[in-house]
């Protein structure tokens, strides 16, 4: 016979301050694990305890004696004691959905079941302006889990992402973003073209892009040429007019408080990108220029063009120079120019993309919020907030400002 033996004890009821505390006071004996969790004001609490056998019977009494004083439910079990939490693969996958409903949490859980997979927690990352919720899931075969998850995110219309755990989740990390229609609301080629009466030119390149009829370095061309002759103030006035997407600041400021890199990656002009960028504090930036003569746009693009392939490199590169490794890069976007930076990322996210940018991200974001990208993260949307209204982690670069214009 075994010289100890292992309890597993599950205590709910209504919480209280100092439960936990009088309950400990109940126990003898060494704790192999604990885990508590508390939603309004009910408690559920698991402790795992290793004892003496002949100690079980008296902490039998002293824990119902507990119990009957702060009206708890208690259940003890005898368990082999084998401690297998933390062991294996194990992955943490979120959910976004607004409204979040139980089939989206029974579609995830039979996603985890199928692949071989436990759920070992499920926490709640943020409640507003969608919910998002985490499950972390151990012993999951990591290729079905993906293909399983991915299917029920396509079936059920929810955004999942799915990452390994490890320490990769709490290094630094770079996350690139896209600028028009990801960080910005608008396109800035079709600011442009509207203020020079070419907006319907322009936007038949930009469809015929879209079909794949022709590449982006190739429509870029081809719009910028339509620009040609107009003067140099149709960039500020297209500048005046650019619209952040919501939640953009709040991205952004996180990141940075948290001493991650935040770059801007564009297929679009500099001359917009680099002043949001000044304003939003970030440091890197690659996008193309305008050329300009004598006061007029010649018409073409000055220097190498950042099409899809120069959006990975510039991706590759500022985390090269950063020493970020690449698992821990994150890129942001909605076009399909986005795709290879997405690929070459540790986490690619399609935000509010075309079916088939969506089909080849890693997770895609289909709510209208880009700070939604941080619950994806497993940063809570209460810290956030907390951070927000302190001005700061403390020795952090705090003070970006515009706390609430926001969110
Ligand atoms: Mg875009």
């Known amino acids: 016979m075994s010289d100890h033996t292992t309890l597993l004890i599950t205590i709910s009821g209504r919480d209280r301050p100092g439960l936990s505390a009088q309950v400990f006071d109940a126990l003898g004996g060494d704790v192999m694990d604990v885990g508590q969790s508390v939603l309004q004001d009910r408690l559920v609490l698991l402790i795992l305890l290793r004892l003496p056998p002949d100690d079980v019977a008296s902490l039998t009494r002293s824990l ?121 609301q608008d396109e800035v080629i079709e600011l442009l073209a509207a203020r020079t009466g070419n907006i319907d030119a322009v936007a038949e390149i930009t469809e015929r892009a879209m079909r794949g009829e022709i590449d982006f370095a190739s429509s870029l061309t081809e719009r910028v040429a339509l620009l040609r002759g107009a003067p140099e103030s149709v960039i500020d006035e297209a500048r005046a007019q650019v619209r952040l997407t919501p939640g953009a600041r709040t991205l952004c400021r996180t990141l940075m408080r948290l001493g991650h890199e935040v770059a801007l990656v564009s297929g679009g002009f500099a001359e917009v990108v680099e002043p949001l960028a000044e304003q939003l504090g970030v440091r890197h930036v690659r996008a193309n220029r305008l050329e300009v003569h004598d006061g007029r746009l010649t018409g073409r693009v000055a220097g190498p063009i950042v099409d899809r392939a120069g959006k990975a490199d510039a991706l590759r590169g500022f985390a090269a120079e950063l020493g970020i490794p690449l698992e821990r890069t994150v890129a942001i976007g909605d076009g399909a120019n986005d795709l290879d930076m997405m690929s070459a990322a540790g986490l690619g996210v399609a935000f509010n993309a075309k079916p088939l940018v969506r089909q080849a991200a890693d997770t895609s974001v289909n709510v209208p919020f880009l700070d939604s990208v941080l619950f994806l993260l497993g940063i809570h949307r209460e810290d956030i907030e907390a951070a927000d209204a302190d001005g700061g982690i403390p020795g952090s670069a705090a003070g970006y400002g515009e706390v609430g214009q926001d969110r």
């Open 64 to 184: 119902q004696a507990v119990a009957a004083e702060l009206d708890l439910d208690v259940d003890i079990s005898v368990t082999d004691g084998s401690d297998e939490r933390h062991r294996g693969v194990r992955h943490h996958i979120t959910v976004l959905a607004s409204p979040l409903a139980p089939r989206h949490v029974s579609a995830v859980s039979r996603a985890v079941a199928s692949s071989g997979g436990n759920i070992e927690r499920i926490d709640r990352v943020a409640g507003y302006p969608v919910t998002a919720v985490e499950f972390v899931t151990a012993h999951a075969d990591p290729d079905a889990l993906r293909t399983a998850v991915t299917d029920t995110a396509r079936e059920e219309g929810i955004d999942v992402s799915i990452q390994p755990a490890g320490l990769d989740r709490f290094g630094r990390r770079l996350v690139v973003l896209d600028v028009d229609s990801t960080l910005i």
